[in-house]
């Protein structure tokens, strides 16, 4: 029998689900081997059995907490898919600031009526058993962690940094450009996609299992760069991780 | 026979983006309630980019949402390209130009095939039409494949852009690239013809309901305004787009994590509809040609037809791609040094950037200090405008379906929701029907 998926979004921007519906071709090979019974943003039909569950986006209000344990709970298979999931991305940058005030600013007088609390990834509120990392994720490392995941092995993630991918890619560093970039810390696994097309790795993936702190501390003394850029740079998708809650 | 009594509650409507839902109670044939909510969690990006620096808005902005990553982008770009004064060369002009085609047919293709013709053909969900209709569904991913790889190719990512940075481009397609692409747009045009085939032979199937609004869109005497324009209204003419708080008058309901919207009546309609109501005489030879074989022309009133005005745009973008290409060719594409960087003084000011993209009108307006940190921020979202139109639509077509089942009522009003490919995450997220 094929094992049961499902999709499930909380606060994000669907950009992950839509990596899978831009599998194109390939998406048909992998309704081959699984059977999709809930993915609302494609299909009215839904079921809550399911083996796997993929979930999208951060946790950001008390609410939302029952519906992923139940989501635990129907599911032998959690998987974060995307930063907002992963790491809580873009989504904690409002963990910097009064959320009081991060509501006026948005509802006004109303901001009572919107509940919220600081955003969150979900294995900050349930146990989570893999990770497609990245903002949005990467297609073919969906796939792989699928077929991991159908063969029973546990999907290879890199525990390496950015700057690996990056220097094989012979980019020019980014601050040899005079830009900052935190490739020296997050983790790789996208082939440096963001400074390929010219630009600075901005975090996406999150923080690496063991950043090397010191030689980031390195960089920033011989790029002539301050702390405040660093943490500036750090807040965009590491805030979560970072601790600040 | 007549529903006296009719009870829809489409907790979460299936087939758009994002969460919404949609309750409807009939009594004794009275209509007591019919109403549309948006539930999604709320995610205070206005919030959020305050503090921020002017290189990185874009950057954020565009995770407001997936599907339009790229229009926010070059909204937020303009929006501060504006506030500091910052001009774009007339390539990377025409480049923002074909990265909003690129989404725009990305998103309209992944709409009418993915979300709109499972309700034509009778199913939940284009899974079973792989295997009932192979032919159809394979022209689908094709189309949908190539606006993926134009968007790649021109923004260096299909979802959450790279490329495009305020001034220009950090990097762009090299002129073989952009010939591969014209190349490409013009074998989609039959797999178009075939489409708009399909959807012909399928058009009885769109409920033929009219019920009269104010349409509102960007226009501009050059062209089929997408990028660029003065805000135009079927009311009330046109305006220039710094005024435009004075169109969105945005406001608040208790069941919706949405802002509503209203201009001169108590709704309008922005997207693929309103656009074509506005700018008709503009769209392109073959685009035309389409709108006719549905009888669609100017001011069309039903909301259903915004799918087949989607439909009109896909080859309006299509053509238009290949004309900018052509322009790009003749001119002789300039070469830009790698990892571009355009030199920018950061001022203080408030800048106002408006771009169409797939949904209708989208807004950015912010202002920086002189550090060129963010101080203010205001993101005005086509979904979160229609809104209102929405709701009174249902009023109004729910009278007219008593006669039908409660499932038949329960199709026609997701149908409704999803005619106007509701984008809630960006809105804030949205759709679902309730019958309570």
Known sequence: MKPKVAFFDFAGCEGDQLQVANLEEELLTLLGQVEVVSFREVMKEHSDNYDIAFIEGSCTRLQDEDRLKQIRKNAKIVVAIGSCATIGGINSLRNYKELDEVRRTVYGENAKLFDTYAARPIDAVITVDAYVHGCPIDRDEFLQVVKSLLLGKRPDIPTYPVCVECKKNENVCAFERGQYCVGTVTRAGCNSCCVNQGTICWGCRGLVDNPNENSHKEVLIKFGLTVDDAIGKFKLYFGWQEGKR | ?436
């Open chain 2, 1 to 436: 026979m007549k529903n006296d009594n009719v009870d829809i509650d489409v907790h979460h409507v299936t087939r758009v983006e994002g969460h919404g839902n949609i309750y409807v109670n009939v009594k004794k044939g009275i209509v007591e309630r019919c109403e549309w909510n948006v539930p999604e969690a709320p995610r205070f990006f206005e919030a959020m980019v305050v503090g921020r620096q002017w290189s990185e808005l874009h950057h954020i902005t565009s995770r407001i949402c997936g599907i339009c990553s790229i229009g926010h982008t070059l909204a937020s770009l303009k929006a501060t390209e504006s506030a500091m004064g910052i001009s774009i060369s007339e390539q990377d002009l025409k480049l923002r130009k074909l990265a909003l085609h690129g989404e725009n047919l990305q998103s309209h293709v992944l709409h009418l095939g993915f979300l709109v013709l499972p309700d034509l053909l009778g199913v939940g969900s284009v899974i079973p039409l792989a295997s009932s209709n192979p032919e159809e569904v394979k022209t689908v991913f094709r189309l949908h494949r190539t606006a993926n790889e134009m968007s790649n190719l021109i923004c260096g990512r299909t979802t959450h852009p790279q490329r495009l940075i305020p001034g220009g481009f950090s990097k762009i397609p090299s002129i073989k690239e952009l010939k591969d692409l014209r190349k490409k747009m013009q074998d989609a045009i039959p797999d178009l013809q075939a489409v708009a085939k399909l959807f012909k032979s399928l058009a009885s199937k769109l409920p033929d309901f009219t019920r009269e609004t104010e349409f509102i869109a960007l226009t501009s005497p050059d062209e089929y305004a997408l990028y660029d324009g003065q805000l135009a209204s079927t009311d009330t003419g046109k305006t220039p787009v710094n005024e435009y708080l004075s169109f969105t008058n945005e406001y608040i309901v208790p069941t919706s994590t949405a802002k509503w919207a209203k201009h001169v009546r108590d709704s309008y309609m922005v997207g693929a509809l309103a656009r074509l109501n506005i700018n008709y005489d503009k769209l392109s030879p073959l685009a035309k040609q389409v709108a006719e074989m549905f009888g669609l022309k100017p001011v069309c009133h039903n909301p259903f037809m915004n799918n087949i005005a989607q439909l009109v745009e896909v080859v309006h973008s299509v053509e238009d791609s290949i004309r900018l290409i052509n322009e790009l060719e003749n001119a002789g594409l300039q070469p830009q040094p790698d990892y571009n960087k355009p030199d920018i003084k950061v001022k203080a000011g408030r800048g106002v950037g408006a771009v169409e993209v797939p949904r209708g009108i989208l807004f950015h307006d912010y202002t920086y200090n002189a550090k060129g940190i963010c101080t203010k921020a205001n993101c005005v979202i086509p979904t979160n405008q229609n809104h209102a139109n929405i709701e009174l639509d249902m009023k109004a077509l729910v009278p007219k379906l008593l006669d039908k089942t409660q499932k038949e009522i329960e199709l026609s009003l997701e149908m409704l929701v999803r005619a106007y490919d509701p984008c809630i995450s960006c809105s804030t997220h949205y759709v679902k029907v309730n019958f309570v």
